[in-house]
């Protein structure tokens, strides 16, 4: 019975110091995963701003990161959850009032080409954690050489495969382009009958970053690879392995040190072993005043020992004061010595004189 109220009491006092987390928007570039509850803060991989051309911080980079496309044909540069802090100009196809949102990059040919646009708020896809950029450059734009080189092979065995089968179907193709042209022309008038004019959305590039944890002390916080791209160069893929991709705890929330923790123990043991040895002395063995206590007699003479050590160090205080100025009482054993010393005196010289009579 008393374990089972102690276990009960217990519960409900550690479920009343549980720390809930704070009901404020959480801080940009972190989240919680859904699975472990593990905390994720990519912060320390993302690269600040220089201040006056030089790091706010002795340990800060100079430069975003990089990714080395190899056989894609152009490297690529960007920042986590921040833009990049390389000034860049001319990027093609994005309003210049957005070139200082850019959070990835690269340039092919002398242009500069943006692959997506900063965000703060990470995802977890499954168990994969992931950071998405959008709002780049126009998909339709240049390609690089290494895509033009696939599309051309494509191309050309297209062309191959199908050479015997053109001039079959020539007749037919040309009536059929052109019953498409005219309902291409009927539904670009539409479209611009509807729109006013106005221009149509341009699928622009993107940008998809899958963290993965790196364990290792020595490695640098974060390593950024180029997995891939999309065929039409709308979608970039890239893999980035850091230690803040690990997880961990939020120590934002965590309102108390480590002597706090202690003290809040503590007292959460106290309060268990008095409530609980109250609650057992009282209902099982029927007790009634102090006695109720836990462990009375033993607390008893802790008290009493404490009690005479007070009253030995008050009294040995009280010698080391300073005594009360004023008449002292004068000694009388000395004097009354002196007094029978004369009497004794007194009478041997009468014993003489009769004695001489």
């Given at each position: 019975?008393?374990?089972?109220?102690?276990?009960?009491?217990?519960?409900?006092?550690?479920?009343?110091?549980?720390?809930?987390?704070?009901?404020?928007?959480?801080?940009?570039?972190?989240?919680?995963?859904?699975?472990?509850?593990?905390?994720?803060?990519?912060?320390?991989?993302?690269?600040?701003?220089?201040?006056?051309?030089?790091?706010?911080?002795?340990?800060?980079?100079?430069?975003?990161?990089?990714?080395?496309?190899?056989?894609?044909?152009?490297?690529?540069?960007?920042?986590?959850?921040?833009?990049?802090?390389?000034?860049?100009?001319?990027?093609?196809?994005?309003?210049?009032?957005?070139w200082k949102n850019i959070s990835g990059f690269y340039k092919h040919d002398g242009k500069t080409f943006s692959i997506g646009g900063q965000s703060s708020e990470p995802v977890f896809r499954g168990?994969?954690?992931?950071?998405?950029?959008?709002?780049?450059?126009?998909?339709?734009?240049?390609?690089?050489?290494?895509?033009?080189?696939?599309?051309?092979?494509?191309?050309?065995?297209?062309?191959?495969?199908?050479?015997?089968?053109?001039?079959?179907?020539d007749s037919d193709h040309r009536k059929d382009d052109k019953d498409d042209d005219d309902d291409e022309h009927r539904k670009d008038d539409d479209r611009k009958h509807d729109n006013g004019g106005k221009k149509d959305n341009v699928r622009r590039k993107s940008t998809i970053i899958s963290f993965l944890c790196e364990r290792d002390s020595l490695a640098p916080n974060a390593h950024l690879s180029f997995i891939g791209a999309s065929e039409d160069e709308c979608t970039y893929f890239f893999e980035a392995k850091a230690k803040s991709a690990c997880g961990g705890v939020n120590e934002t929330q965590q309102s108390l040190g480590p002597g706090g923790v202690f003290g809040v123990i503590a007292l959460i043991a106290a309060a268990v072993y008095l409530i609980g040895g109250i609650a057992y002395q009282r209902t099982v063995m029927h007790q009634r005043g102090w006695r109720q206590l836990p462990n009375y007699s033993t607390w008893a003479g802790i008290g009493n020992f404490l009690w005479e050590v007070v009253i030995i160090l008050t009294s040995s205080c009280s010698r080391l004061l300073p005594r009360r100025q004023g008449y002292n009482r004068l000694p009388t054993h000395g004097r009354s010595r002196n007094s029978r010393a004369e009497d004794e005196n007194r009478l041997i010289d009468q014993l003489d004189e009769e004695w001489d009579d």
């Open positions: 019975m008393r374990s089972t109220f102690l276990s009960v009491l217990l519960s409900i006092l550690l479920s009343s110091t549980t720390v809930f987390a704070d009901s404020e928007s959480p801080k940009p570039c972190t989240i919680f995963s859904p699975f472990t509850g593990a905390y994720y803060d990519l912060n320390s991989i993302a690269v600040q701003p220089l201040v006056d051309h030089k790091p706010a911080h002795k340990d800060d980079r100079t430069e975003s990161w990089h990714a080395r496309g190899y056989d894609y044909g152009t490297n690529f540069t960007l920042n986590f959850c921040r833009p990049v802090i390389e000034d860049i100009s001319d990027v093609e196809g994005v309003d210049d009032s957005l168990r994969k954690l992931v950071l998405n950029y959008t709002g780049g450059s126009p998909c339709d734009g240049e390609r690089t050489k290494f895509t033009r080189k696939l599309l051309d092979d494509d191309d050309d065995d297209r062309k191959k495969d199908d050479k015997d089968n053109d001039h079959k179907n």
